[in-house]
């Protein structure tokens, strides 16, 4: 791997350390790569067909939904139609292309809504063409509940909409979305519709709370210990 990206080993497992290979599994101890998505992801970095962004381990929900919008009485009779007036709030700059992502979108929808106890956490599957150059996340509040086809049942009356600039960001920011709604206050909190203040507030409060930032200290202490490892 090393000698395919023309850096040290050290460099390597200063990578791996800091979660910028997204295709590195750790197995039995040792690390693997799949020569496939090496290939593509050095080809992204160059400049290839694939536009991808710097990978940040530290993304969080709460600064992407800064980065993104928090809407109001968003209108829409079923998931297509609400996807649209979503993606309709975002400026055309052609860096996305958005029929291209609403499909990728409804097609991991169709598998399974996302949608559970009111709130949907729609995202493309891993395999889109293109990605913003940084990760955004909308949040909409449904002017009237939809039906989402929601495992639950329950109609849906807020979504999440995740725009990462990479796979793994992407991942990242899934994990700690699905993690902030396992609480119930929070998710009953989101229900009422607050101000967008109050919003981002309740956000940053409760991810900080629930998922702490890791000290630059500790990141430290683990890194020297995997590489004298």
């Not at 040290?8 to 599994?25: C, G, H, W």
């Not at 990242?172 to 993690?179: F, G, Q, W």
């Not at 991810?207 to 500790?218: A, F, G």
Request: charged fraction near 20%; charge should be neutral; aromatic fraction near 6%.
């Amino acid at each position: 791997m090393a000698a395919n990206m023309g850096i040290s080993e050290k460099t390597i497992y200063r990578m791996l350390n800091d979660n910028q290979l997204p295709f590195a599994v750790k197995i039995g101890g040792q690390w693997r790569f799949r020569i496939d998505a090496v290939d593509g992801w050095l080809a992204a970095r160059v400049g290839g067909e694939a536009s991808v962004g710097a990978i940040n381990p530290a993304v969080t929900v709460s600064a992407s939904l800064a980065s993104g919008a928090v809407l109001y009485r968003i209108h829409g009779e079923n998931r297509d139609e609400t996807i649209d007036e979503l993606l309709s709030t975002l400026p055309q700059t052609g860096s996305l292309d958005f029929t291209g992502f609403k499909l990728l979108v409804l097609a991991r929808e169709a598998l399974a809504s996302s949608s559970l106890c009111g709130v949907a956490c729609m995202m493309p599957g891993q395999d889109q063409p293109i990605y913003p150059e940084k990760s955004l996340i909308i949040l909409a509040f449904l002017e009237t509940p939809t039906d989402f086809k929601a495992l639950d049942g329950q109609r849906t009356e807020v979504v999440f909409l995740l725009l990462a600039a990479n796979p793994l960001e992407q991942s990242i920011l899934d994990t700690r979305l699905r993690r902030l709604l396992m609480e119930p206050e929070f998710v009953a909190a989101l229900l009422l519709q607050p101000p967008r203040r109050e919003v981002l507030q309740l956000v940053q409060e409760t991810e900080t709370r629930l998922l702490p930032p890791r000290l630059r200290s500790e990141r430290k202490k683990i890194q020297t210990a995997t590489a004298v490892g």
